[in-house]
């Protein structure tokens, strides 16, 4: 029988449309999804630290704002994760490009991506020193034990950074998102006490009670 163009043609059609959304989703899904990410990393982050305090059972406080009785010492934490051995006071970053950084300097230098070909030079600066003064400062403000806090600076997997980066330090870290659940769990099986439960249940309630923006879970 000869074959009827005219019936196959709509099929045709059709076919030939999806092959093209294929085709456009393998093309711009990566991009959408960079940019999505770029822009709402913060909660990507959140998402995955709850998820990791969720399945070991770990209190978890986001947006934490405190300040002191005398309201001169101030600090906004991304995220508390207290587990069984140390707080985890962690600082989300995003970096769109490279870092050429030592871990002592005062600044970094950020090549920030402005299109696949370019940069944008600019001095940033060291987020270390951001993140272990927000240890700091809680640390005044709330009286906890130093010993007990760990400083995570949390950055995107795709964060360029020079290969000569050493931050050889027991208590204070930069880590991709993609490697955090390793890290808390290597540190959680150093040989130390655990925090006892009942005072850091106490502690959480407390920290969560003077918490300026009221968000707080488990």
């Known amino acids: 029988m000869p074959t009827d163009f005219g019936t196959l043609f709509p099929?045709?059609?059709i076919v030939l449309s999806l092959l093209l959304i294929v085709v456009l989703f393998i093309i711009f899904y990566p991009l959408i999804k960079k940019s999505y990410f770029k822009k709402h990393f913060d909660n990507v982050y959140g998402r995955q630290i709850y998820k990791l305090s969720n399945k070991q059972d770990y209190y978890l406080i986001n947006r934490l704002a405190l300040e002191s009785d005398d309201k001169i010492t101030h600090v906004d934490i991304d995220h508390l994760l207290c587990g069984d051995k140390y707080i985890y006071v962690i600082t989300d970053a995003y970096f769109d490009g490279a870092l050429n950084a030592k871990a002592n300097d005062r600044s970094w230098i950020y090549y920030e991506r402005?299109?696949?070909?370019e940069y944008y030079k600019r001095k940033i600066e060291n987020q270390i020193f951001v993140s272990e003064n927000k240890t700091k400062r809680l640390m005044e403000i709330t009286n906890l034990d130093s010993s007990l806090l760990i400083s995570i600076l949390l950055v995107n997997n795709n964060c360029q950074i020079n290969e000569?980066?050493?931050?050889n330090k027991d208590n204070s870290f930069l880590i991709p998102i993609g490697k955090l659940n390793k890290l808390i769990h290597n540190l959680e099986k150093?040989?130390?006490g655990n925090i006892n439960q009942?005072?850091?249940k106490n502690a959480v309630?407390?920290?969560?009670?003077?918490?300026?923006?009221r968000k707080h879970g488990k």
């Open 205 to 213: 309630n407390d920290i969560a009670h003077l918490n300026l923006n």
């Open 114 to 117: 402005k299109n696949r070909k």
């Open 11 to 13: 099929l045709f059609i």
């Open 190 to 192: 150093r040989n130390v």
């Open 198 to 200: 009942v005072e850091l």
């Open 164 to 167: 000569d980066f050493v931050l």
